[in-house]
């Protein structure tokens, strides 16, 4: 079993890619708000490290929550995952187009 994560600021690919897992058949996934390091950065009074200060123009304050879905899942269900997610989202490739991941899982209950 693995953790499937996909962190993305674009709040409107969440809910179709897991409208679309739950069409394939995937059981249980969780969609949280999250903050990204340069919103964080930017909403604190404190100064940013010199490196991000030219990206405050960049940055928007009234902007919305990123999202990250996870999901349990069996290893062999992660191609059809990150292909759903590609489906709604294309390539991760682009800067702020996201990032997916897994992480390995030792120990479940409550997964069917």
Known sequence: MVLFIYI???E???KPILSRMAEQGFRGATMVDCEGMLQ???ADSIEPP???IGLRKFLNPEHEPGKMLFSVMRED?????KETVHEICGSLDAP???IMFTVPVSDVEGVI
């Open 8 to 10: 993305s600021c674009r």
């Open 50 to 52: 010199p490196m991000f």
């Open 12 to 14: 409107d690919t969440v």
């Open 96 to 98: 702020n187009s996201g």
């Open 40 to 42: 964080s950065l930017y």
């Open 77 to 81: 269900q992660v191609p059809l995952a």
